[in-house]
Structures are given as C-alpha cells and as structure tokens.
C-alpha cells in the first residue's frame, strides 16, 4: 500500500516533509500517524492505510512533494534486513523485496533523491563525499558532514592568516543555529511582501476609552460564562463593532480583482493567532450573523486548533477583513500589514491608563490605540478615518451595538 500525498486544499499544490514518526521496518497499524506535512496554510497529519509494517521512505525531512506523490509503502509480512535497508531508485521507492537484488543494478555511490538534490543546491562535488550507507551509498548524513569539514578547514586557513589577533577572539562564544525556514514561514513572507509591493498601504490612527466595555464585562462575565460556557472577552466586542462599521463604509470589505471592485455582501472575519510556527489568520464565516457568545466561542476554538496546529485549510481560506492584537504582547502602537486580497486591517493594542482631558477636566481612563491600515487605491482616506471613528463611538458607547444605531 502506498502512502501518498493527498489533495492538500485550494491553491495548495506543493508541502514539505515535516517529520516521520516512524521509520523502516516499524509496524503500523491502519489511521495511526506515520508523516507531518508542512504547507504555506497548515500542518497536515497523514495517516496509514492500513495495518502492516513501513518497507520504504521516498523522501526525507525538508523534501517538497506534490499531490499524489508516494512518500513511501506499507508492506506485509517479516521484517528482514533487506526491508529495513530499502532504499529510493531514480524511479522511485524500492520495496523491502526487491531490495537485496536491486543493490547488484544500483550504482555503488549513486544517492537518493533528496541526497541529490542536497548536493546540487550546494554546489559539492559528488566524487570527494565518502558514502558510509549500505553499499558504499551516499547518505544525508555524509553530505551534512562533508560540508561541516569544509567549513571548519576554511575556518582553520582563515585563522592561520588572522594570527594571534584571531585566536584571542577565540574565547568569545560566536555559536550560530541555522534552522530552516518553514513553508508556512516562507508564505507569510512572500504573502506580506506581495502586500507591500502591491498594495498603497496606509494606515490612520485614533485612540478609544475602554471604560464603558470594561465595565460590561465586569457586570455581566460571570453571567455570560454561567449561560454560553465561554469568557466574555474584548474581541467579540471590536468583531460587532467592525461589522457595523464595515456595513456602513463597504469599500472597506471589498477587494480588487482585476480591473474590478468586489463589494461583500457578508463579512468573513479574519482574527490574527500568533503560534509557534507564525502568524495565521483563521476565519469566522458569515460574523455578520454571529452572537457574542457565538464569536467567543469561535475566537477560542480558532485559537486553540492554531497553537495545536490543527486548523484545517477551510479555517484559513478566505477572509474579508482582518483584527489582530498586539496587546496581548504589550504592543502600545503599530501599524499592521493587510492581509491581501483583502483591502484592510484593524490594529488592537495594549490597554493603558492615561489622563485624558473631558469637559475640561483631567481623568485617568483606560485607553487602547487603534489603528486601521488600508489599502489607498479602493479606500479614500475619509472612509478609513469615518470607519475607525465609527468602531470607537461603539466601543466607548455598546449600546449602539445593542441597537445598530
């Protein structure tokens, strides 16, 4: 049975081998999980097809494959030293029983091929690596080492040059860790930079007095827990405001395709969850109708499948404007980077007590910064300082959330 790369969602063609839980030779059972495959969206578990044990490995951690790729084979049967010692043919996987007769066909040092692809990105020359695999082969392992020797021998000649200045430096410690970018890294660059280069980002800025919310939450927490099973936080409040606001100024919602405006009749919230691998953005279908309690619970769910990294590529598709807070990280002030295609983002920050004149006198008011980054050639620049004005008028006053007003 093969172990092939499944369709991995819309716009997704390519992942990376992540990292294989078992190795040849191990018994499998059917839907335990044998591979992580890392895309530019999510992580994605694959599991067994069905019982017997692993007779192969096509392709190594860090390897890109595509859809329908075989990564490897489940085989039944003993586990003899020939299954255990399978290897990849330039045509792909060599099954544990054609292992011990394929070893006399193939070349003495002639790698797999993701050894191959290894040595050509580095430029090595293929005949001054010792091979120390099975039948003299070249391993991952002997090129990783091949071109440490070439590092510290160029290390060691410039040290001879440098002389005695260069060995006293010597007891500084310089250690450096080089860990490859992951595919969902590398999009978040790709995808900000596109945003940069494509889009005329600007961003406007204004501040909100959080009292009133505050004081909601304090009334009304252990009442809203008690009865939906789930926190009354700050995000459910800033989503309904959005909403109202994107309802108000469209263009804010829309987007750009072509020579053509898309004005969104529904809002897909986009919400910012930092993670161990990045930053994603997983969505809230149709906010528009959501409760409180709804988009709490949604907020918490997204979250909590992102830092386990089990949101799926539905969570993550699409989106029609983004929230993202910095004030869970003690952000004061930023200017957020929209998250195309979409036209623009909201921009919370760190709640921070600060006087603040009122009818002319001096208070101390819980205050959060608020900044709203869009995307100039659809949204004028009155429609982003109306929007934003907006969002504060319903977070400083909820009752207009209460009655749309």
């Given at each position: 049975?093969?172990?092939?790369v499944?369709?991995?969602?819309?716009?997704?063609?390519?992942?990376?081998?992540?990292?294989?839980?078992?190795k040849?030779?191990?018994?499998?059972?059917?839907?335990?999980?044998?591979?992580?495959?890392?895309?530019?969206?999510?992580?994605?578990?694959?599991?067994?097809?069905?019982n017997?044990?692993?007779?192969?490995?096509?392709?190594?951690?860090?390897?890109?494959?595509?859809v329908?790729?075989?990564?490897?084979?489940?085989?039944?049967?003993?586990?003899?030293?020939?299954?255990?010692?399978a290897?990849?043919?330039?045509?792909g996987?060599?099954?544990?029983?054609s292992?011990a007769?394929?070893?006399?066909?193939?070349?003495?040092?002639?790698?797999?091929p993701?050894?191959?692809?290894l040595?050509?990105?580095?430029?090595l020359?293929?005949?001054s690596?010792?091979?120390?695999?099975?039948?003299?082969?070249?391993?991952?392992?002997?090129?990783?080492?091949?071109?440490?020797?070439?590092?510290?021998?160029a290390?060691?000649?410039?040290?001879?040059?440098?002389?005695?200045?260069?060995?006293?430096?010597?007891?500084?410690?310089r250690?450096?860790?080089r860990?490859?970018?992951?595919?969902?890294?590398?999009?978040?660059?790709?995808?900000?930079?596109?945003?940069?280069?494509?889009?005329?980002?600007?961003t406007?800025?204004?501040?909100?007095d959080?009292?009133?919310?505050?004081?909601?939450?304090s009334?009304?927490?252990?009442?809203?827990?008690?009865?939906?099973?789930?926190?009354?936080g700050?995000?459910?409040?800033?989503?309904?405001?959005?909403?109202?606001?994107?309802?108000?100024?469209?263009?804010?919602?829309?987007?750009?395709?072509?020579?053509?405006?898309?004005?969104?009749?529904?809002?897909d919230?986009?919400?910012?969850?930092?993670?161990?691998?990045?930053?994603?953005?997983?969505?809230?279908?149709?906010?528009?109708?959501?409760?409180?309690?709804?988009?709490e619970?949604?907020?918490g769910?997204l979250?909590?499948?992102?830092?386990?990294?089990?949101?799926?590529?539905?969570?993550?598709?699409?989106?029609?404007?983004?929230?993202t807070?910095?004030?869970?990280?003690?952000?004061?002030?930023?200017?957020?980077?929209?998250?195309?295609?979409?036209?623009?983002?909201?921009?919370?920050?760190?709640?921070?007590?600060?006087?603040?004149a009122?009818?002319?006198?001096?208070?101390?008011r819980?205050?959060?910064y608020?900044?709203?980054?869009?995307?100039?050639?659809?949204?004028?620049?009155?429609?982003?300082?109306?929007?934003?004005?907006?969002?504060?008028?319903?977070i400083?006053?909820?009752?207009?959330?209460?009655?749309?007003?």
């Open positions: 049975m093969d172990i092939v499944p369709q991995l969602g819309e716009s997704v063609s390519e992942a990376t081998v992540a990292k294989w839980y078992k040849v030779g191990d018994v499998v059972k059917a839907d335990e999980l044998i591979v992580e495959l890392e895309t530019d969206k999510v992580t994605l578990e694959i599991n067994s097809p069905g017997g044990q692993l007779s192969g490995i096509a392709y190594d951690v860090g390897d890109e494959v595509g329908g790729t075989v990564l490897g084979a489940i085989g039944e049967g003993e586990v003899t030293e020939s299954v255990i010692d290897e990849v043919s330039d045509e996987l060599i099954s544990g029983a292992a007769s394929a070893d006399s066909d193939f070349p003495q040092n002639q790698p797999s993701a050894v191959r692809k040595i050509a990105d580095n430029n020359d293929l005949g690596i010792v091979g120390t695999g099975k039948g003299g082969r070249l391993t991952k392992a002997d090129v990783v080492s091949y071109m440490e020797s070439l590092e510290t021998d290390s060691s000649q410039v040290d001879a040059q440098a002389g005695p200045i260069k060995q006293k430096s010597r007891s500084t410690n250690n450096e860790e860990v490859r970018l992951s595919r969902l890294r590398k999009k978040i660059a790709e995808r900000l930079k596109e945003a940069q280069n494509t889009a005329a980002i600007l406007t800025f204004n501040e909100v959080m009292t009133a919310v505050l004081d909601a939450r009334r009304y927490k252990e009442q809203f827990e008690k009865k939906h099973g789930v926190k009354l700050f995000m459910s409040f800033f989503a309904k405001a959005c909403i109202i606001a994107l309802g108000e100024i469209p263009a804010v919602n829309a987007m750009i395709d072509g020579d053509e405006i898309v004005y969104r009749q529904y809002v919230m986009g919400i910012a969850v930092g993670t161990d691998q990045g930053l994603v953005v997983p969505v809230i279908r149709d906010a528009q109708e959501r409760s409180f309690s709804d988009i619970k949604s907020v769910e979250g909590k499948k992102a830092r386990s990294g089990e949101l799926s590529v539905d969570d993550l598709t699409g989106g029609s404007f983004t929230i807070n910095g004030g869970v990280y003690g952000s004061l002030l930023s200017t957020p980077i929209i998250n195309p295609p979409q036209s623009a983002i909201l921009g919370m920050h760190k709640i921070q007590e600060r006087p603040i009122i009818n002319g006198e001096a208070l101390v819980p205050m959060m608020l900044a709203l980054s869009y995307d100039h050639r659809i949204i004028d620049g009155a429609e982003a300082v109306t929007f934003l004005v907006r969002v504060k008028e319903c400083e006053e909820p009752d207009r959330i209460l009655f749309d007003v």
